[in-house]
């Protein structure tokens, strides 16, 4: 997902402490992907509840989440709206790309190839609205705030930093850049020790942080350019020009300064290209949400996570225990501001 341009920017890796008392707004669907992907038995499969509900997600957003709080970061949710009909080309091929991922899953499980179950499982994750409704519920009941954008969850975000609501954007992704956010880290949730795929090394995983304005003065472009080269290489929204990667796409922008004079030159062509230009300049958002962080609901998590997901009572106990000192731990912080 996203655009492929992640190379061209210098990232500064981080500890997580580093975020301590920063509103970090997380592209929910981004993370959401991530947690579904990753939180999966050797197979492949994801994890369930005793009636065939995923539950990975609920996991992920449970453990990491609080995690996350206890370092005293405080999170926000921001969900994807409707996408714009320019995305729907995409939309449809990720969907083509699921399904055959999923027939390759099958076979390779009944092959017993587990690292190729893997592999294919993870190319096949979707969503629905019931994980997404879910994931609310629990952001809720967690004491976690969410904001539901118009369009891309990104530019909102995106947008919420710009604003002095937030900090900084969390996402895998590159569009946050694109869209104007002055900061992204990476990383947030997959911090540690993680095995590289197919291969049995480990590598540490830490934060890493992209500062928009130091990247436009490395690259020498403006935000303007930033997007052309983008739309060059492939967005969510349009299919690159032939033959251009980053590296070709930023050396046609800095020589002919704008993407219609790039294409010009080598005679391509990218239908809608002000419009994805304007997309990213001036994206759909909104300044209908409200953030406040509250302590967990311990009897309503028990009930939603053990009750009705099968998750362990005493796991779930110590979670929610961790999350309401965390939250005390944040309340005391804000009048210690006022002394």
Request: aromatic share 8%; net charge negative; with cysteine.
């Given at each position: 997902?996203?655009v492929d341009i992640?190379d061209?920017?210098?990232k500064?890796t981080?500890?997580?402490?580093?975020?301590s008392?920063?509103?970090?707004?997380?592209?929910?669907?981004?993370?959401?992907y991530?947690?579904?992907?990753?939180i999966r038995?050797?197979?492949?499969?994801p994890?369930?509840?005793?009636?065939?509900?995923?539950?990975?997600h609920?996991?992920?957003?449970?453990y990491?989440?609080t995690?996350l709080?206890?370092n005293g970061?405080?999170?926000v949710?921001?969900?994807?709206g409707?996408?714009?009909?320019m995305?729907?080309q995409?939309?449809?091929?990720r969907?083509e790309?699921r399904?055959n991922?999923?027939?390759?899953?099958?076979?390779?499980?009944?092959?017993?190839?587990?690292?190729?179950?893997?592999?294919y499982?993870?190319?096949?994750?979707?969503?629905?609205?019931?994980i997404i409704?879910?994931?609310?519920?629990?952001l809720?009941?967690?004491?976690?705030?969410?904001v539901?954008?118009?369009s891309?969850g990104?530019?909102?975000a995106?947008y919420?930093?710009k604003k002095?609501?937030?900090d900084?954007?969390s996402s895998?992704?590159y569009?946050a850049?694109?869209f104007g956010?002055p900061?992204?880290?990476r990383?947030l949730?997959?911090?540690?020790?993680?095995?590289?795929?197919?291969?049995?090394?480990y590598?540490?995983?830490?934060?890493?942080i992209?500062?928009l304005d130091k990247s436009?003065q490395?690259?020498?472009?403006?935000?303007?350019?930033?997007?052309?080269?983008?739309?060059?290489?492939g967005?969510?929204f349009n299919?690159g020009?032939?033959?251009?990667?980053p590296k070709k796409?930023?050396k046609l922008i800095?020589?002919?300064?704008?993407i219609?004079s790039?294409?010009?030159?080598i005679?391509?062509?990218i239908?809608?290209?002000?419009e994805i230009?304007?997309?990213?300049?001036n994206p759909?958002v909104t300044n209908e949400?409200?953030?406040?962080?509250?302590?967990?609901?311990?009897?309503?998590?028990?009930?939603?996570?053990?009750k009705?997901?099968?998750?362990?009572?005493?796991?779930v106990?110590?979670a929610?225990e961790?999350?309401?000192?965390?939250a005390g731990?944040?309340k005391?912080?804000?009048?210690?501001?006022?002394?």
């Amino acid at each position: 997902m996203g655009v492929d341009i992640g190379d061209l920017f210098e990232k500064r890796t981080v500890e997580l402490s580093d975020l301590s008392h920063k509103v970090v707004a997380i592209d929910a669907y981004n993370i959401l992907y991530q947690f579904l992907s990753i939180i999966r038995q050797r197979d492949g499969t994801p994890l369930t509840d005793s009636h065939g509900n995923v539950t990975s997600h609920l996991s992920g957003i449970l453990y990491r989440i609080t995690s996350l709080a206890e370092n005293g970061i405080k999170p926000v949710f921001v969900f994807d709206g409707k996408p714009p009909e320019m995305k729907m080309q995409t939309i449809g091929k990720r969907k083509e790309i699921r399904q055959n991922a999923r027939v390759k899953w099958d076979e390779a499980k009944e092959k017993g190839l587990v690292e190729e179950a893997f592999k294919y499982a993870q190319a096949s994750v979707k969503m629905n609205s019931t994980i997404i409704d879910d994931a609310k519920y629990l952001l809720e009941l967690m004491g976690i705030p969410y904001v539901q954008a118009p369009s891309e969850g990104e530019a909102q975000a995106a947008y919420m930093v710009k604003k002095g609501d937030a900090d900084i954007v969390s996402s895998q992704d590159y569009d946050a850049m694109l869209f104007g956010a002055p900061d992204v880290v990476r990383n947030l949730t997959i911090t540690g020790k993680r095995k590289m795929p197919r291969k049995n090394i480990y590598v540490d995983v830490k934060p890493e942080i992209i500062n928009l304005d130091k990247s436009l003065q490395a690259l020498g472009v403006s935000r303007s350019q930033l997007i052309d080269i983008a739309i060059c290489v492939g967005t969510d929204f349009n299919t690159g020009l032939a033959g251009i990667g980053p590296k070709k796409a930023i050396k046609l922008i800095k020589i002919h300064e704008n993407i219609k004079s790039a294409m010009a030159e080598i005679n391509q062509s990218i239908d809608n290209v002000e419009e994805i230009e304007e997309l990213f300049m001036n994206p759909p958002v909104t300044n209908e949400y409200t953030l406040e962080w509250k302590k967990p609901n311990m009897g309503k998590l028990i009930e939603f996570l053990c009750k009705e997901h099968d998750f362990s009572e005493e796991r779930v106990n110590k979670a929610a225990e961790r999350l309401d000192a965390a939250a005390g731990s944040r309340k005391q912080q804000t009048l210690d501001q006022w002394y």
